[in-house]
């Protein structure tokens, strides 16, 4: 194996390990086990386990904040909703691995390494279009920051609960995500239904 293909060899058999056990509970020694080396071609490539952790964290917060801000076109406010919802819960869907180790506590987290700033970097995004909608609609511009931080906190946390409950399904889940984000409970739909798929 090449020094590269091997680096990436580490990446994907840390990453499953600290999906299924977290950070605490992951050894050197269990990763080297796994891919089949020995302690010592971890420590060379990474420096040990909190350097793999941090380029495997970091390689699923770009992949995440990639689709999502992809899946951002703007548009209506209800299809900027649904397209966000959607691209969380996609994510969810493909990457469970990648999602659980974002959504755990993480002892190397720093103030830019962690879930909830990457949170906050895809509020800006909403905030910024919320702020465009709020001005046409003669709305204060200044509570788009409050209201994109709660748009974006109710689909993450629904997206942290959906990813053990995989019930109902989730176009469903999206759907109900935006019914009660853009209809409120006062005017909730009984079935609501994404217009985008």
């Not at 194996?1 to 390990?17: F, H, I, N, P, S």
């Not at 509020?123 to 788009?144: C, M, P, Y």
Request: net charge negative; glycine share 8%.
């Amino acid at each position: 194996m090449t020094g590269k293909e091997r680096r990436e060899q580490l990446l994907d058999v840390a990453r499953a390990l600290f999906a299924e056990k977290g950070f605490e509970a992951t050894s050197i020694e269990e990763i080297a086990h796994r891919a089949g080396v020995s302690k010592p071609i971890v420590y060379e490539h990474f420096g040990g386990k909190e350097g793999i952790y941090a380029v495997v964290v970091d390689r699923e917060m770009q992949a995440l904040m990639d689709q999502i801000v992809s899946a951002l076109s703007g548009g209506h406010p209800r299809e900027l909703l649904e397209q966000a919802a959607c691209a969380l819960l996609d994510y969810v869907e493909g990457s469970t691995d990648g999602f659980r180790i974002l959504v755990r506590d993480s002892p190397v987290a720093s103030a830019t390494g962690t879930f909830s700033s990457l949170l906050n970097d895809i509020a800006s995004q909403v905030e910024h279009i919320l702020g465009q909608h709020f001005t046409r609609q003669g709305v204060d511009r200044k509570l788009a920051a409050m209201y994109s931080q709660a748009l974006v906190g109710m689909v993450a946390l629904t997206g942290q609960w959906w990813l053990e409950a995989r019930r109902p399904k989730k176009d469903e889940v999206a759907a109900h995500l935006v019914n009660l984000a853009w209809n409120g409970l006062h005017h909730m739909e009984q079935k609501p239904k994404l217009k985008i798929r």
